[in-house]
Structures are given as C-alpha cells and as structure tokens.
C-alpha cells in the first residue's frame, strides 16, 4: 500500500520528488525555477551490499541540479547516479556528490557504504 501525504500549508504550492522508496524526499519548489543551490543527501541502494554486487548510489538533490559530480574510490557516473562495486566483504568506501545548477554549486554531501 502506498504512503499518503498532505500538506496544508499555503506557502508552497510546487513540489518535486527525489530519491527510491521509502528513502524518498520531498521539496518545495520555490518561484524562480529552484531557489537556491541544489543540497544533496545520498542514499544507497542496497544500504548494504553484498560484496562483488553493486550498488546504486542516488544524489537526492533538492533546487534542480542541472549537473553532478562524483567522487569515491570506483565511482561510475556523471548523473543523478553513481554506480560502484566492490569485491571485498567488509570493505568500506566513502561517495562524495555535488550537485550545481545556474545558482551555484552545493556542498559536497557524503555517504559510506559498507559491503557484506
């Protein structure tokens, strides 16, 4: 069965949905195409991967990123995702995104990810 929301507030009006669920996140899209410099929080998908799979690594960005970059060791990507693998149980790697737009570029926003 699929989530409900509702908002009732008057103060936004346009919204815009980023992420896989249930790690999803919702934002206001303020007037003027964004509002401000994209802000970043990656997820992973799986959270915990078995080692020699990959994983899918999402942005989440809010403000419209009209670009991406990528940092980590293995890190295969140029858009909204970043796929990686890694072959050793136990290895843990550390994924850098930024996302920029005609506001500027956002902080950089990080996740570790652990292989099983």
């Known amino acids: 069965m699929g989530a409900t929301l509702t908002y009732n507030g008057a103060g936004c009006t346009s919204f815009t949905l980023s992420g896989n669920p249930p790690n999803q996140t919702l934002t206001c899209v303020t007037s003027g195409g964004g509002g401000g410099v994209p802000v970043c929080a990656p997820t992973a998908s799986p959270a915990s991967p078995v080692h020699g799979h990959n994983a899918v690594i999402s942005a989440n960005c ?53 292989w099983q």
């Open 62 to 114: 809010t403000n419209s990123p009209t670009s991406y970059v990528w940092t980590g060791s293995g890190c295969v990507g140029s858009g909204a995702t970043c796929t990686v693998m890694v072959s050793k149980a136990g290895a843990t790697r550390t994924f850098t995104v930024k996302g920029s737009n005609a506001a500027g570029t956002g902080t950089a926003a990080q996740i570790p990810v652990t």
